[in-house]
């Protein structure tokens, strides 16, 4: 590469100086030759004029005279001299008899002298039978006039341009082999440093970033030096930095409990950390290989190819009974660049074997314990119910301690049915009845139903319903229950002259409820665990009011059973709201 550029630019040189040579060479000698061609012209005319003089002293005689004066002239002046009466009869002519000679009134240069000018003429000569340069000038003398002719033949003019050609040639040859030199010179010095730049690269190309380039001048292959040095620096300070996040990166990939595989399109494994090589009890190096021949689960191989097809991600639990029944969470997602193009699937287990058993573990315990005090606390709801209708000495304090017995065992009963329903939302074997529901009617029925219960007189209760009545495809017993227990809360937690308000909007594919009350409030650092389990809170107002804890960690696992999600948003002592997102469409 590198000689194929000093010959490109050692030829361009050439070429452009030959060039410039030939057109300065050629243009030099077309100038020389019209310069001597004029010199001569004026030279035979001068002499023309000269011997137009000469005639002046001559007195009228034979035509001897004539012959001899062109005679003289031209022994003088080696040139062919004419001498042409105003009819153009030759007078005399020093190279031919002037009386064997035809008239020459119709040779233009003749013609021009015979009307008072200078002629010029380059023809070709019948007399002589070579190419001649022909001036003729007028004279007069006495009564007679005529012209002139001086002629001279070509070959003589040819000879000395030959002469100006080889002087010219020779300047070129010299001037050419100066060119090369100079060529070779100066390609030397532009090549050069190209030449160092060129052996940098490779060098860096091979992994050398410490080269630089010596090279230091203020044009501009000093400023690509040192743009070239600059870029080395900034290219390896970069490779030292990526280095170091790589290290850092596969420290964390090599060392995290979770399983990391990487499958390109072709269903190759590309990368695995020793994690998932422990999940999926394989060992030894699996990149390279197929995903079929590694995984041996069905249900998530049929995952990673449902990913690859619609490119969206896809997080399930798996049962890897291949691995010794160990449950995982895998979540698969498409690896896609910046022009949404898939280059392959990133699948990240998390072995959850022993957070399953844990969770199944108070599950029972919960269920236990509910059933266990089910039926104790129904005597005891027996009893009291009893204990309030006898009669005795001490009536008012029978009735009262019998009064607490009752609400307490319903405050149990309460809390043990909310701890079953959690349980069984939690187990997830139950089935949801998914049917066109017109939510505007569910949400009626659910203000109806708040209206019939103990509700304190001063608070208000509003609907405010969507300008359409959209119909959904839910469970309308689910969401009745979603909807009376955010406004059983509401109302509990609202001051006495508060309002709560139902809203319903429309947006599109989803639908919003909005349960809006005027209570106490939620502190902000509260608000992410209100939707757990017994959290309460004002644990001294929940206790007055009889709330179980359990109210909004239900509601929302009956959302995510209904495809939906709540968020709330609240200030303390302005009250809160409450929203509910429900889609329109749902499968099951």
């Known amino acids: 590469?590198?000689?194929?550029?000093?010959?490109?630019?050692?030829?361009?040189?050439?070429?452009?100086?030959?060039?410039?040579?030939?057109?300065?060479?050629?243009?030099?000698?077309?100038?020389?030759?019209?310069?001597?061609?004029?010199?001569?012209?004026?030279?035979?005319?001068?002499?023309?004029?000269?011997?137009?003089?000469?005639?002046?002293?001559?007195?009228?005689?034979?035509?001897?005279?004539?012959?001899?004066?062109?005679?003289?002239?031209?022994?003088?002046?080696?040139?062919?001299?004419?001498?042409?009466?105003?009819?153009?009869?030759?007078?005399?002519?020093?190279?031919?008899?002037?009386?064997?000679?035809?008239?020459?009134?119709?040779?233009?240069?003749?013609?021009?002298?015979?009307?008072?000018?200078?002629?010029?003429?380059?023809?070709?000569s019948n007399t002589e039978k070579v190419y001649m340069l022909y001036v003729a000038v007028p004279y007069s003398h006495q009564d007679q006039s005529g012209a002139v002719r001086l002629a001279m033949p070509l070959s003589d003019l040819t000879a000395i341009n030959q002469k100006i050609l080889m002087i010219m040639l020779l300047a070129l040859l010299i001037s050419a082999v100066l060119a090369v030199l100079l060529s070779l010179f100066m390609v030397s010095r532009i090549s050069g440093p190209l030449d160092e730049i060129t052996a940098a690269v490779r060098d860096i190309s091979a992994g050398n970033l410490k080269r630089r380039i010596s090279y230091h001048s203020d044009d501009e292959m000093g400023y690509l030096a040192y743009a070239f040095n600059d870029m080395s620096e900034n290219i390896e300070q970069g490779m030292i930095e990526l280095s170091q996040i790589k290290n850092r990166f596969q420290a964390l990939l090599e060392n995290t409990v979770n399983g990391i595989i990487m499958i390109d399109t072709q269903g190759t494994i590309t990368y695995s950390n020793p994690a998932s090589l422990k999940l999926l009890e394989v060992q030894g190096n699996i990149t390279g290989r197929s995903q079929m021949d590694i995984i041996n689960n069905y249900e998530l191989i049929e995952i990673i190819g449902k990913v690859k097809t619609e490119m969206q991600p896809i997080s399930r639990e798996i049962v890897l009974h291949q691995a010794g029944g160990k449950t995982i969470e895998a979540n698969i997602v498409p690896i896609i660049d910046g022009e949404s193009t898939s280059q392959g699937i990133l699948a990240v287990l998390n072995d959850i074997s022993e957070l399953k058993k844990l969770d199944q573990v108070r599950k029972d315990f919960v269920a236990n314990v509910s059933h266990e005090l089910k039926t104790p606390l129904a005597s005891i709801s027996g009893f009291a119910e009893t204990l309030m209708h006898e009669s005795g000495e001490n009536k008012e304090t029978i009735s009262e301690f019998s009064r607490i017995i009752y609400e307490e065992a319903q405050r149990l009963k309460i809390l043990i049915n909310s701890l079953l329903e959690l349980s069984r939302l939690e187990a997830d074997n139950s089935e949801i009845n998914l049917k066109p529901t017109d939510i505007d009617a569910v949400l009626r029925s659910a203000l109806n139903l708040i209206h019939h219960q103990q509700l304190p007189e001063t608070i208000n209760l509003e609907y405010i319903p969507a300008a359409s009545k959209p119909i959904i495809d839910s469970d309308t017993d689910l969401i009745m229950q979603v909807v009376t227990n955010l406004?059983?809360?509401?109302?509990?937690?609202?001051?006495?002259?508060?309002?709560?308000?139902?809203?319903?909007?429309?947006?599109?594919?989803?639908?919003?409820?909005?349960?809006?009350?005027?209570?106490?409030?939620?502190?902000?650092?509260?608000?992410?665990?209100?939707?757990?389990?017994?959290?309460?809170?004002?644990?001294?107002?929940?206790?007055?009011?009889?709330?179980?804890?359990?109210?909004?960690?239900?509601?929302?696992?009956?959302?995510e059973k209904l495809g939906g999600s709540i968020t709330v948003a609240s200030k303390p002592g302005e009250g809160s709201v409450f929203s509910v997102y429900l889609p329109k469409q749902r499968s099951i």
């Open 1 to 124: 590469m590198r000689k194929s550029f000093r010959r490109k630019l050692t030829g361009s040189y050439l070429l452009i100086i030959l060039t410039l040579l030939l057109i300065a060479g050629g243009m030099t000698y077309s100038g020389f030759k019209n310069y001597y061609l004029q010199n001569l012209e004026q030279q035979m005319t001068r002499e023309a004029y000269l011997i137009s003089d000469l005639i002046k002293y001559m007195q009228p005689g034979p035509e001897d005279e004539y012959h001899d004066l062109c005679t003289t002239a031209a022994r003088d002046s080696e040139m062919r001299v004419s001498i042409i009466d105003q009819n153009g009869q030759v007078l005399g002519d020093s190279n031919f008899d002037a009386n064997l000679m035809e008239t020459h009134k119709s040779r233009p240069e003749v013609y021009k002298a015979l009307h008072g000018q200078n002629g010029v003429a380059l023809r070709y």
């Open 487 to 559: 406004l059983d809360n509401a109302v509990k937690y609202s001051s006495l002259s508060g309002t709560v308000k139902l809203q319903l909007e429309d947006l599109g594919t989803n639908i919003r409820i909005n349960v809006i009350d005027t209570g106490i409030g939620i502190p902000d650092h509260e608000q992410q665990r209100i939707f757990e389990r017994f959290y309460r809170v004002d644990k001294a107002r929940s206790r007055k009011t009889g709330g179980s804890g359990l109210g909004l960690a239900i509601t929302k696992h009956l959302l």
